[in-house]
């Protein structure tokens, strides 16, 4: 495992620092090009499958191609010969790995690091089925429906993204990792809450409510509809306190606070009964997310950055003790909501 992070740091962090990385997609090719949008990459016998989904044009069904070899870079190389168009994979938007390429996370990382194609702020996804072929069947447009999440979690609406770039970063520092999800049913792709990865591995799956809870825990800034009695509310966090809780010397707790804001519709009538069971609400999403984790031990979230931020004096002592302490960590969880008439 620490030669695991030695490697990725020592690939990763020289790259964070040059103003190329973050690059942007070039200026879109034309004529007889296939434009892929997303990259689905999944371990076979030999290596690894590369399936690539291009943007479908006017009247056209979706073009899909496929690649197989040693390498993720051989893979991809091999998708030309798939099809009759020439494909290009300089505007790569997604990157979707299966459930079973866990173990994979580190190529991917390094691929996109070391080609110059290959933007490092493209998004990266776990896909909840059991073959990948699923997302990418004749049925689906996969660039078509990874644009409206990408719309979706730019704008905050229940997830925010992770990129290559920031996923790198993490796991460069040690970090587990909370990678939002796809669930593949009929009604095609969408949101389906996030994989724990945990040393090469996807230790848990946050869904439902931990998913909403996961994303409070990070400090995400999202938003999201919720009702009472039947009337809507529009509910957004605004981030997350962390501070650490001892006996004596021991670290034994957490206490975690979540401000939210939120939008009444109309004939809200704004009691503290309402109130309250929203508050309520959250709390039980952010400990559900927060058991997951600590049955896995896996700070997903890095509520460890987050107290040690609020408590930099205590930095050493929190991290000293966090790894053994944090899967046993008592928290009190607190959500304040402000609410607002439309």
């Avoid at 699923?134 to 997830?159: I, W, Y």
């Avoid at 790198?168 to 593949?184: M, R």
């Avoid at 949101?191 to 995400?220: M, N, V």
Wanted: charged share 20%; with cysteine.
């Amino acid at each position: 495992m620490r030669r695991m992070l030695r490697t990725v740091a020592l690939l990763v962090l020289p790259l964070l620092l040059l103003s190329g990385c973050g690059r942007t997609p070039q200026s879109r090719e034309a004529g007889n090009t296939a434009v892929i949008g997303v990259l689905g990459v999944e371990p076979d016998l030999l290596g690894l499958t590369v399936y690539a989904g291009a943007e479908s044009r006017s009247g056209e069904p979706p073009a899909v191609y496929l690649g197989r070899g040693e390498t993720l870079a051989a893979a991809v190389e091999a998708l030309s010969a798939s099809g009759n168009a020439m494909v290009s994979c300089a505007h790569v938007e997604h990157i979707l790995l299966a459930q079973t390429a866990a173990g994979n996370l580190e190529e991917v990382l390094s691929y996109a690091f070391q080609d110059p194609q290959q933007s490092t702020e493209s998004q990266l996804w776990v896909v909840r089925t059991p073959e990948l072929s699923q997302v990418f069947s004749g049925e689906l447009d996969p660039a078509q429906r990874m644009s409206v999440l990408r719309a979706a979690g730019k704008d905050g609406q229940n997830f925010k993204p992770v990129t290559l770039r920031e996923a790198a970063a993490d796991l460069a520092e040690g970090k587990a990792l909370l990678l939002p999800a796809l669930d593949v049913t009929e009604a095609g792709i969408s949101f389906g809450g996030y994989a724990l990865y945990k040393e090469r591995e996807f230790a848990a799956w946050l869904t439902g409510e931990a998913a909403l809870g996961a994303a409070l825990l990070r400090g995400d800034l999202i938003h999201w509809t919720d009702s009472v009695d039947g009337r809507a509310v529009s509910l957004r966090s605004d981030g997350r306190r962390v501070e650490t809780l001892w006996q004596g010397d021991t670290l034994t707790g957490l206490s975690i606070r979540c401000r939210l804001e939120g939008t009444a519709s109309s004939g809200w009538t704004g009691g503290g009964e309402d109130r309250s069971h929203l508050e309520e609400k959250t709390c039980r999403a952010m400990a559900a997310a927060l058991q997951i984790m600590q049955a896995a031990g896996a700070d997903g979230a890095d509520l460890r950055g987050g107290a040690g931020l609020a408590d930099l004096p205590d930095w050493q002592r929190i991290a000293a003790q966090w790894e053994t302490a944090f899967p046993t960590l008592t928290p009190t969880l607190t959500a304040k909501l402000t609410l607002k008439e439309p």
